[in-house]
């Protein structure tokens, strides 16, 4: 499995960022798909998951409903559409992979800098 972040940057606080997981090396209908951010000196933090067949989705209370965590299936993409962005939402953002059956996740994209200033 190989996963793929884009769409970090540098953005002004209220602002808008959409990051993308482009997953590929196998079929992810049994599969959870979900973003994690660590900030600098914290530890990563889960952000939202998506499971990949009936698309129901899982956010973390403090990103509810600034955050919107999609999958496309015909591009086996994952999106993670952020709105009203904060200083406190810079981080690095990680998407992961994880079977339905499994608790942790397996696999790991390398992490996409979004930064926020305020």
């Known amino acids: 499995v190989q996963l793929q972040a884009s769409g970090g940057g540098l953005v002004e606080a209220g602002g808008s960022l959409r990051l993308s997981c482009a997953a590929s090396?196998?079929?992810?209908?049994?599969?959870?798909m979900g973003w994690f951010r660590q900030a600098p000196g914290k530890e990563r933090e889960f952000v939202a998951d998506?499971?990949?067949?009936?698309?129901?989705?899982t956010y973390a209370d403090s990103v509810k409903g600034r955050f919107t965590i999609s999958r496309d299936n015909t591009k086996n993409t994952v999106a993670l559409q952020m709105i009203s962005l904060k200083p406190e939402d810079t981080a690095v953002y990680y998407c992961a992979a994880r079977r339905l059956r499994e608790i942790s996740y397996d696999y790991w994209g390398q992490g996409t800098l979004v930064t926020v200033s305020s």
């Open positions: 090396g196998r079929t992810f209908t049994n599969y959870a």
């Open positions: 998506i499971l990949w067949s009936g698309g129901s989705t």
